[in-house]
């Protein structure tokens, strides 16, 4: 039977069949075609999304193709040949013929040019499909960047890679019932979001249920479905149609980041709804542990807790088939209470291992008890450990030193879990979404450097959180999300895509270290023109040091959680807290109070000192405002919303960082006045907070009316809410309260006099230490440890001591002398194997002082990680 074609105001709709030939061979009657393409008989989904925007870019630029399954059939000027580096495809055999190879582990790739019957020919090939997509979409991108139409493979480069990081995830957070289905059910939404995830090599997404959501989703299994054996367990108000769209969108989801190479991990991090910590501030939801509440889970109890979990989840993954993981929140802020954990957890690894055993389960780490995990061990679940790189905020790219505080059962970090022999991996967690919240992020050397970071102990590869993570947490769910830019100034159709950045250097960082700039600087071209881009680029990777060095040096311990402290917008309390903070590297940066000590007392230390640091946010401020100033000098009148947003951005950042260089004096000096009780060291204070506020007076002016005037990133009562002009008003207030202290003041007790303070005006260690050291990686086991140093120091050397322990952060550091070896500038030390535990492997780290009390830290935390890891060869 013949079919007929509908016509619709004179267009035939042609069958799907015929619609997809014209897309595969697109080229104009019997003239060849320019390119051939030649691809494996069956290529996967994932390859197929690469040729699609292979052949998308071609379309862009009016190139004409055709798709052939073998070179014989090639008719073209030029042929591209994709496909699998094995088997019996045009790609494999040309792959062999030319001596070429691709590195044999999965998503490696190789972009090679060769000829064929006297035509060009680019082999694209992969070790397995994600890899050949990858070289797919490289590709593609590489044509969108050609300017001559009759060269469009004039940007294409030949290249081998393999990934560096196996593992490269963004993670979602669902804490707002409204901004979660504003995207979920958005299909449109999701294609772009993952075609960007798949273009910058992300391989892995995380989306989590359940954190402060204020009892939604706390379990989240009713959100997708009944459980027939719990007919009390509902959600309340859903209805089974509801059910149904949120079963079948969430599937669709998996499928499509399927379909673009993408794993995917379900977090589920409520297991029951007990008020508290979950609550996260939420209007409504106080008596929700006690009363059915629209739109939360009502019936799980202390009594069924188990038995229901179970069972749900056994439900889940038989209705949600194509998941690769489940991350899953194990201690109390779960709703599990402490007693019933163990019992709670056999339970749940041994269904897993009965009816999914090589489903992968990720064990958040915080408070992870060691019976649960000899439970996930005993069992033989398929689990690795999943643990917080940084507080829950972006610190520097380096596991923290030492952690404040250091202390069990387990927060952050990786504490006493790298040990041998070795039971399971870690994978690293960076909660960037704390910090890096509304404002631009990117640099490729913070992101090399902590890719680098994530092998330790052998890692399963990093986590990061989506830019706008917490948008509209602890909001009523039902409140319509915000919009992040006012309207004449949004340029993009999501806001996720003003974070390309973001998701470039984390991405093709991760997947390659060595990824070449022109990936990212072609882009800036695009976006800002050849002349202002490298402005731009360089303004934005200085800046992207300032919220991470402000976390590690100066935040409060308060500030831990991503639900109290954003760097961002806060000022970090009034003048008398801020000089109580203690940043969280206490190894690395001393205190204010601790320089306020040396200043009295006198001693010695190598800490990097409040002043130093201030010298750094100074310095940083100054160099992006030149860059910021030639940006706009080359733009001149051809800014469009994106130059615009941004810079408005890097004004933020840089007066940000202006703020923190004056504050910390002021920091420092009024803990010289806590201590002497000298009143001149708190009209000092006030002198440097005044200047503090006039750099926040400037934050205010850069943002301008750019951003919503009220930001809806989290509590609102911990100022996650509103907007840098309501900090100005808490920074003035607390002025005027410093100022009425000093004109009330009568001293108590004895009062000294305050040393003269000056901020650092020239900190070049640089040149002020030389210092030459090979690390010593490793180290067989029962041997001692010989590190050797050379220092040449102007002053003079004082002394050299060698810093170090076990990786375990509950041990304490050694202190080793390091001696003069009688060659000139030379000195070693060797630590007794008896001192090296051979659970854990080993870190040091070199002390110097000179004779002028000027300490230095190697290596040095502004270059590189600031201590070596020894691996202990077993």
């Not at 582990?105 to 000829?115: H, P």
């Not at 249920?209 to 959100?223: D, T, V």
């Not at 809410?721 to 100005?728: A, I, K, N, V, Y």
Request: proline share 5%; hydrophobic share 40%; net charge neutral.
């Amino acid at each position: 039977m013949k079919s007929k074609l509908p016509i619709i105001k004179g267009l035939i709709l042609m069958p799907l069949s015929f619609l997809l030939i014209a897309t595969l061979n697109c080229y104009a009657g019997n003239e060849n075609p320019v390119f051939s393409i030649v691809t494996d008989k069956a290529p996967g989904v994932s390859v197929s999304h690469g040729l699609t925007k292979l052949t998308d870019a071609l379309q862009a630029k009016n190139i004409s193709f055709e798709k052939v399954g073998s070179m014989s059939e090639a008719r073209g000027n030029s042929v591209i040949v994709t496909g699998l580096a094995s088997g019996k495809g045009a790609a494999a055999q040309m792959l062999k013929a030319g001596s070429r190879a691709v590195p044999e582990v999965s998503e490696a790739l190789t972009i090679w040019k060769t000829d064929w019957q006297k035509k060009p020919v680019w082999v694209i090939s992969g070790f397995d499909d994600r890899g050949l997509m990858y070289g797919l979409l490289d590709v593609a991108n590489r044509i969108s960047w050609s300017a001559d139409g009759k060269s469009p493979m004039s940007e294409v480069k030949e290249i081998t890679e393999k990934p560096d990081v196996s593992e490269r995830a963004v993670s979602i957070y669902t804490m707002n019932r409204a901004y979660w289905e504003s995207r979920f059910y958005d299909e449109a939404y999701w294609a772009r979001y993952l075609d960007m995830l798949a273009q910058n090599r992300f391989n892995s997404l995380v989306v989590i249920f359940g954190y402060e959501n204020g009892g939604f989703l706390a379990p989240a299994y009713p959100y997708f479905f009944d459980v027939e054996e719990f007919p009390d367990v509902q959600m309340v108000g859903i209805t089974a149609q509801e059910q149904q769209r949120n079963l079948a969108a969430f599937n669709n989801l998996i499928k499509m980041a399927h379909d673009r190479g993408i794993k995917f991990t379900a977090g589920i991090w409520d297991h029951i709804y007990r008020g508290g910590v979950q609550g996260g501030g939420i209007p409504g939801t106080k008596d929700a542990p006690n009363q059915p509440v629209h739109g939360l889970v009502w019936g799980v109890t202390g009594d069924n807790l188990t038995s229901y979990n179970k069972t749900a989840l056994a439900k889940f993954i038989k209705l949600v088939p194509d998941l690769d993981a489940i991350q899953f929140r194990m201690h109390n802020e779960s709703g599990l209470k402490h007693d019933e954990q163990d019992t709670f957890w056999l339970d749940v690894f041994r269904m897993v291992k009965e009816t999914a055993p090589n489903l992968r389960l990720d064990l958040r780490a915080k408070e992870l008890p060691e019976s649960v995990i000899q439970s996930a061990v005993d069992v033989g679940v398929n689990f690795r450990i999943t643990t917080k790189y940084w507080m829950e905020q972006m610190g520097m790219p380096y596991h923290p030193t030492r952690t404040n505080p250091e202390k069990s059962p387990i927060r952050h970090s990786y504490a006493y879990l790298l040990r041998y022999p070795q039971r399971y991996k870690m994978h690293w967690r960076l909660w960037s979404g704390g910090t890096t919240r509304i404002l631009l992020w990117g640099d490729p050397e913070y992101a090399r450097r902590f890719a680098e970071s994530t092998h330790l102990y052998d890692g399963d590869g990093f986590e990061v959180n989506e830019p706008l993570a917490t948008k509209m947490e602890a909001q009523p769910h039902d409140a319509l999300p915000f919009d992040l830019l006012k309207p004449q100034y949004r340029y993009y159709d999501w806001e996720f895509e003003r974070y390309w950045h973001f998701f470039q250097v984390f991405g093709r960082i991760g997947y390659n270290p060595e990824t070449s700039p022109e990936v990212w600087q072609k882009e800036f071209e695009i976006r800002f023109g050849k002349k202002t881009a490298p402005f731009i680029e360089t303004a934005l990777h200085k800046a992207s040091w300032i919220l991470p060095r402000i976390v590690t040096s100066v935040y409060p311990y308060s500030g831990f959680p991503t639900t109290r402290g954003w760097a961002e917008k806060q000022r970090l309390g009034d003048l008398p807290a801020y000089a109580k903070n203690e940043g969280s590297d206490i190894q690395q940066f001393a205190n204010f109070d601790e320089e306020a000590q040396l200043l009295i007392e006198g001693g010695e230390m190598t800490k990097i000192l409040p002043s130093t640091n201030s010298l750094w946010f100074e310095q940083t401020s100054a160099d992006i405002n030149k860059l910021i100033t030639e940006a706009e000098k080359a733009i001149g009148n051809n800014r469009n919303k994106e130059f615009i947003s941004t810079i408005t951005d890097l004004k933020i950042l840089s007066n940000l960082a202006l703020y923190h260089s004056r504050r910390i004096p002021a920091a420092v000096s009024y803990r010289l006045f806590e201590r002497t009780q000298d009143v001149s060291a708190l009209e000092d204070a006030i002198a440097y907070e005044r200047k503090a506020i006039e750099a926040w007076r400037q934050i205010v002016a850069a943002a301008g009316d750019v951003y919503a005037d009220d930001l809806m990133m989290g509590v609102c009562i911990a100022n996650l809410c509103g907007h840098w002009r309501d900090e100005l008003v808490s920074l003035e207030k607390g002025l005027v309260s410093l100022e009425q202290r000093r004109h009330n003041f009568k001293a108590e007790g004895t009062v000294k006099t305050a040393p003269d303070y000056k901020p650092v005006t020239n900190a070049n260690y640089d040149k002020l230490f030389q210092i030459t050291h090979q690390p010593v990686t490793s180290v067989p086991i029962g041997n001692p440890l010989t590190v050797s140093v050379k220092i040449s120091v102007p002053e003079g050397v004082k002394w050299v001591r060698l810093r170090y322990r076990n990786i375990n952060q509950e041990m304490d550091y050694q202190i080793l002398p390091m001696r003069p070896t009688g060659e000139k500038d030379s000195y070693q030390v060797i630590v007794p194997s008896e001192q090296i535990n051979p659970k854990w492997d080993l870190m040091y780290f070199i002390e110097v002082l000179d004779n002028k009390g000027n300490g230095r830290i190697y290596p040095d935390l502004n270059k590189e990680t600031p201590y070596i890891f020894v691996k202990i060869i077993r």
